[in-house]
């Protein structure tokens, strides 16, 4: 398992929560859609590189502050002579390179350089290290993870893997000796101590409890289509099948992670899942899981 696994973060996590419970402005679902896009190339990618984790440490998701300024890393390698940054595009489709820029084929429009967000990393991933003490070569890499991905004019002096050629290179990267030992690991150490778990550049749409759209959303597909049984929900659309117990806590973890100071009220659970004939149920399944604060009407459920 790498040191750090991979997760959606809270911004992607809103953000798809949204997309489900309102109509999100054009501005907000295209950056919807890249998020997600960038996480689904972001797991391939490490679907790719797990077996590497046997031989090297391996940090996925990070992010770090250097000279005041935040940053964030893709995937990392730490080998025993090198730590190499990853910057991982699922970019699709046409593109070609010229003058030092990326251009879609389609428009001819410029798009963000990844090879400068590389050497941005870089730049600040090293005064980092060094003032810790660390002083290994660091040397990343572009990743361009989606296999309907194309550059013409590719330079052939950067540091780009492309998909097809990726599997090689990890075999060859494995065929380091792997030596790691303690100075190795307290690096690791040092930077899953670093990690920034919300980094404060997240931006969100604006929105209101009231505005959003309520009901159980299906765990699989986000659809709003599902079934009570009277153990579980069954989404129409793709038939995946979750515990009502399931739902009804991930409905929760949603509202909080929407609205994080608001108070858990059994009223405001009802509302939120809106199936009223699951109230009962409801009832049985909060003070299972949460922990009750006060009595009466005016009491809310936290965490245990």
Known sequence: MPLKSRSKSKELKVYTSLNSRMDLEPSDRKKYTNLKKGYDGEVMF??????????????????????????????????????????????????????????????RKPITNPLHQLNRCETLLRPLLHSKGFHLPIEGYVSFINPEFFLYQAPQKKNIIFQPQLKFFLNELSMLPSNINGMHKN??????????SEPDNMRFPLYEYEQLRKGFICACCQSFSVTPFEKKIVCNDCGYEESLQSAVIRSIEELVLLFPNIKITANLVYDWCNFDELKRKIRRILPKNYKIIGHGPHSYYVNK
């Open 46 to 107: 490490d679907s790719l590189t797990a077996s590497l984790d046997k031989k090297f440490l391996i940090i996925n998701d990070l992010n770090l502050k250097s000279e005041n300024t935040t940053f964030q890393i893709d995937s990392l390698i730490i080998t025993k002579g090198t730590v190499i940054p990853w910057e991982v595009k699922n970019y699709k489709g046409n593109y070609y390179y010229e003058n030092d820029n990326f251009y879609l084929c389609t428009n």
């Open 187 to 196: 690096l690791a150490d040092f930077l899953l101590n670093a990690h920034i």
